[in-house]
């Protein structure tokens, strides 16, 4: 899921088509030459404008993990009917 928001946000910044890349190059200052996008822009700009992103993604999937390993300890736990053998196993 993460690469899937990874890759459509790249997506969107790398068309030359995209309403979004001709905005985020005009606000950068870069005019489009033409129809032509620059790709290694389009790529420093990723960058700078992911790592937020990717912070805040970062944590939600975080969470989201370990709530599902939690999930699967108490299912181990409760499969076994002693957490024992769980813990031993850590």
Not at 17 to 37: D, N, R, T, V, Y
Not at 56 to 77: I, M, Q
């Amino acid at each position: 899921l993460q690469f899937g928001v990874l890759f459509f946000l790249l997506g969107l910044i790398i068309d030359p088509e995209s309403s979004f890349a001709k905005q985020l190059f005009a606000a950068f200052g870069i005019p489009p030459e033409g129809e032509h996008i620059s790709p290694h822009a389009g790529l420093v700009f990723f960058m700078i404008l992911f790592s937020p992103v990717s912070r805040l993604t970062g944590v939600a999937f975080n969470a989201w993990s370990r709530k599902h390993e939690f999930e699967a300890d108490a299912y181990a736990a409760a499969a076994q009917k002693s957490p024992l053998h769980l813990i031993s196993a850590l």
